[in-house]
DNA sequence: TTTATATCCGATAGATTCTGTCGTATATAT
DNA sequence: ATATATACGACAGAATCTATCGGATATAAA
């Protein structure tokens, strides 16, 4: 409950390793499996879908890899979140609507003020406080 | 991710359920469960966990059913959650450990922040915040 | 032009967590 | 006695999370 996703962990560190190195220098798949202990196939397409998403840039071939696009501090965590992991919220009864509970529920009101409690927290944030 | 469990939801549902009422009344498993289309079984485990931890109390035999025992306003969301659920946190590796990446980790003390803020918002709400 | 290294991507399998069910025991008001 | 309620362990099904496999495309360098 309320906890991140492996994927997402693993953007966040595979973001912090480029940004820790020199602008225009690409950094393989393999090199950060093997630097921060990832299953590579699965890093492979978290790093295909930050590609995907315009947050890094690709570079095929030998000495490949890839480098920063996007601009971390400009994204927020709310947004990251739902680039990488889908729709964000504390129960699914906000953008879904298949609860069945919805017709009786009582507390759909108090959850969705806490809920954006939570993202605005979230929203308060950056990529890059997380990977400075 | 970052989703309420359907147990916290049908507890927060109970006490929202109970504190509505006169403050003697009690309300049994069934009647909550039909009014709010919850599956029965689950609720009652719900309702016992709720009663082990001295939030409410259970009245037993005929016309029985539970009742409010804990101030509301005095738990908040974090001990709450606690309480229902078990350990809270974005992510095992503070509380547990075991996680693989944890010698190369290069993104855990960031998030130990964000956890640390998420921690704090839900401190700083009441079950009652949400019952009221 | 061949080879080696890298990204790309769908399909699938395994593991874990979440959610719900069943059976049986115990308590108590009427 | 009987009916109604809670108590509780064991289990089963579903959903989500995590990881693996197979084979494709792109490109730098020999
Ligand atoms: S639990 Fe879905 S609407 Fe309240
Ligand atoms: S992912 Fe576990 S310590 Fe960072």
Known sequence: MLKLTRKVEYALIALRHMQGKE???????KE??????IPIEILAKTL???AKE????PINGPHGG?????????????????????PLGLSDCFY???????????I???????????MSMFRSMSVQDVTN
Do not use: W
């Not at 315009?54 to 840039?57: C, Y």
């Not at 009101?109 to 954006?116: C, D, L, W, Y």
């Open 23 to 29: 602008l225009e220098s690409v950094s393989s798949t």
């Open 32 to 37: 950060i499996a093997v630097r921060y202990n």
């Open 48 to 50: 295909q879908h930050l």
């Open 54 to 57: 315009n947050i890094i840039e």
């Open 66 to 86: 890839y480098r920063l696009k996007a601009q971390l501090g400009d994204i927020n965590l709310v947004e990251f979140f739902e680039r990488v992991e889908g």
């Open 96 to 106: 879904d609507s298949n609860c069945v509970q919805i017709d009786y529920c009582n």
């Open 108 to 118: 759909r009101t108090p959850i969705q003020r806490i809920n954006a409690n939570m």
